[in-house]
């Protein structure tokens, strides 16, 4: 729709800032990287004035391309992101130890299991038992210590929001070693009023965690997510018409959906706008539907579920433009040249699909191995999902 300009007053971003000073402990050894255009407002907002509150250092990247090599080379302890890069980085993982022997695949799964084991007593601050915690610093020797390593080495918090994180994807990168914070917030509030903290107690994966006090939360009758207090913003410039629409009695309409569990925590399942109502009157939810099978395989890059009036669930399955031409080239599908090529074209334009890039894809996408493995996602995905929500027919595109 047409742009609408938030106002977002000093007053907002002052409350901010001062609200949010105990909920992540800052050091004076700190530093974070940036890499959003100073322009966004998360990156204003945060990564300047709150880089500046707090009195920590920063870097900024190269370019979005570069984020993982100047990880590296600047060695952050801080480190904000949108899920897309954790997605990447985890794929990639395990591309990688796919090629591996079968040796070091086990060892790859035993260190997983044991950092998943290990997990609940460091997200409750509880002692971890001596002989998980004994077989938790082999893994992380073995295994664990490369992982931190792409990441600079010395990242001890990772915060992410704009869209949900696979459950997966958190678990993984807890055990090992590299916490991954989701939050929440939009524009319209100052940017962020839920995080998970990194503190006893104070986080729960799968949600965006508590509401930054002074703010107040609350789920609407039809299920959306309202705030209110000193982050809502001031209106929209020249726009009050859409201003009354979003803010009511103070509460700010976020057009979100989601629900609060007993602890406090926030979990958001979907768009308000982007509900399904199935011909049986069910209301469903695309985004559920959808990350079930984006988190069963990293082969999937894009998942859309479709039901508005119709009798059943049914869905297009997008594959990843890079894993997939991976995936080919141990199969003679592709080359490791034409992976590179269309790797650099990625990165100068990450939203580019150029004719090579499809061509390239369909080569891979016809094998009969790859078209079944995307059908053990949807399947595998299905198992995750109520009977109601299960995807009965799909296509699978042979490009993204």
Avoid at 29 to 51: N, Q, T, V
Avoid at 207 to 236: C, N, Q, S, W
Wanted: hydrophobic share 40%.
């Amino acid at each position: 729709g047409p742009p609408k300009g938030a106002m977002i007053a000093h007053e907002n971003i002052l409350a901010l800032l001062s609200s949010s000073a105990d909920d992540l402990p800052f050091y004076q050894s700190d530093l974070s990287l940036h890499f959003l255009p100073m322009a966004h407002s998360a990156e204003r907002i945060l990564g300047i004035y709150g880089r500046i509150s707090t009195g920590i250092a920063g870097a900024y990247a190269k370019s979005t391309a570069t984020v993982l090599d100047d990880l590296k080379a600047v060695r952050t302890t801080i480190f904000g992101s949108v899920p897309r890069i954790f997605e990447k980085a985890y794929a990639k993982i395990h591309s990688e130890i796919e090629k591996q022997s079968s040796a070091v695949q086990r060892l790859f799964r035993w260190a997983s299991a044991v950092g998943k084991e290990r997990l609940p007593y460091v997200i409750a601050g509880t002692p971890v038992p001596r002989g998980l915690a004994f077989q938790y610093a082999i893994a992380e020797r073995l295994v664990f210590k490369r992982i931190q390593a792409a990441f600079g080495g010395r990242v001890r918090m990772m915060i992410t929001g704009a869209a949900p994180t696979a459950r997966t994807i958190l678990d993984f990168f807890w055990g090992a070693g590299l916490p991954i914070y989701e939050a929440y917030g939009m524009t319209e509030s100052t940017v962020i009023t839920h995080v998970n903290r990194p503190l006893p107690g104070m986080t729960k994966l799968g949600t965006v965690g508590r509401v930054i006090a002074p703010m107040v939360h609350r789920i609407a009758d039809d299920g959306e997510v309202l705030v209110k207090g000193p982050f809502v913003f001031k209106g929209y410039f020249k726009n009050p018409e859409a201003t009354a629409e979003t803010v009511k009695d103070g509460w700010l309409h976020t057009g979100d959906v989601g629900a609060i569990d007993e602890d406090g925590f926030l979990r958001i399942t979907d768009r308000k706008k982007h509900l399904i109502i199935t011909a049986g009157g069910k209301n469903l939810s695309p985004s559920n539907i959808e990350k079930a099978v984006k988190d069963a395989d990293p082969l999937v890059s894009q998942v859309h579920a479709h039901g508005d009036r119709r009798n059943y669930i049914c869905a297009l399955v997008a594959p990843s433009p890079l894993e997939t031409l991976e995936w080919g080239i141990e199969r003679g599908l592709c080359t490791k040249d034409e992976l590179v090529t269309r790797t650099k074209e990625l990165m100068d334009n990450p939203t580019g699909r150029s004719p090579a890039l499809n061509a390239a894809m369909a080569k891979v996408v016809v094998h009969p191995e790859f078209k079944e493995r995307l059908r053990k996602a949807v399947k595998n995905g299905n198992k995750n999902l109520a009977q109601v929500e299960q995807i009965r027919r799909f296509v699978i595109l042979e490009r993204d």
